[in-house]
């Protein structure tokens, strides 16, 4: 069994920039892969990014504007989504999950998920 808990949600104006973090109970990262999801009110949860285990990127979400970052810190078992450029519509549960078969927008292809962490977007 794998616990995931988020961290780094909260309030940012427009335009501005949010960290958040995934800390796993696994020790090891490098097994699995990891997304980032959002599920925003009112809509269904959609994929935001993924990291594979050998460190490649899918970026679902704005990915020809770059704004979404995902990355791991093995010595912690922590993976990051570095959110810049913040719109009002990327307010959301952002949750991450993790799965050993392949990156996808997919839900059902992750084993385990966190709670989330809420991020609002607003002046």
């Known amino acids: 069994q794998v616990q995931l808990v988020e961290s780094g949600g909260g309030l940012v104006q427009p335009g501005g920039s949010l960290r958040l973090a995934c800390k796993a109970s696994i020790f090891a990262l490098d097994y699995y892969y990891i997304a980032w999801f959002r599920q925003a009110p009112g809509k269904r949860r959609e994929g935001v990014s993924c990291?594979?285990?050998?460190?490649?990127?899918?970026d679902y979400v704005d990915p020809q504007r770059g704004r979404f970052t995902i990355s791991k810190d093995n010595a912690k078992s922590t993976v990051y989504l570095q959110m810049d450029s913040l719109r009002p519509e990327d307010t959301a549960i952002y949750s991450c999950?993790?799965?050993?078969?392949?990156?996808?927008?997919?839900?059902?292809?992750?084993?385990?998920w966190g709670q989330g962490t809420r991020v609002t977007v607003s002046s």
């Open positions: 990291l594979s285990p050998w460190g490649s990127t899918t």
């Open positions: 999950a993790v799965g050993r078969l392949q990156c996808s927008q997919y839900e059902n292809v992750y084993e385990y």
